[in-house]
Nanobody, 118 residues
Framework: QMQLVESGGGLVQAGGSLRLSCAAS??????MGWFSQAPGKGREFVAS????????VYAESVKGRVTISRDNAKNTVYLQMNSLKVEDTAVYYC?????????????WGQGTQVTVSS
């Protein structure tokens, strides 16, 4: 069982930035993704990255504001979020899967809360 541990969430004002991190042993063997779940809504895809880090996919709603990256030597994947909006408020989940394209999660982290205030 793979254990993913997210960190970096918090409270930020609209227009600000946050960088989320997700660490896990063996992470380099998986494509990785980030999802968000806003209050009262389902979990939604945000971004994914290939095992090498060379290929990425983004949800239309975050393109140009969010960057997913990974450091396999540190067994860590990141989500840099800029120009944050109130509607970005959600719990953000890290996930590990087989393919960065049409990403499907095999493992989930516990989530980290991001709150964007106006």
């Amino acid at each position: 069982q793979m254990q993913l541990v997210e960190s970096g969430g918090g409270l930020v004002q609209a227009g600000g930035s946050l960088r989320l991190s997700c660490a896990a042993s063996g992470l380099s063997h998986y494509a990785m993704g980030w999802f968000s779940q806003a209050p009262g809504k389902g979990r939604e895809f945000v971004a994914s990255v290939s095992r090498s880090g060379g290929s990425t996919v983004y949800a239309e709603s975050v393109k140009g504001r969010v960057t997913i990256s990974r450091d396999n030597a540190k067994n860590t994947v990141y989500l840099q979020m800029n120009s944050l909006k109130v509607e970005d408020t959600a719990v953000y989940y890290c996930a590990a899967g087989q393919s960065y394209y049409s990403f499907t999660a095999d493992y989930w982290g516990q989530g980290t809360q991001v709150t964007v205030s106006s």
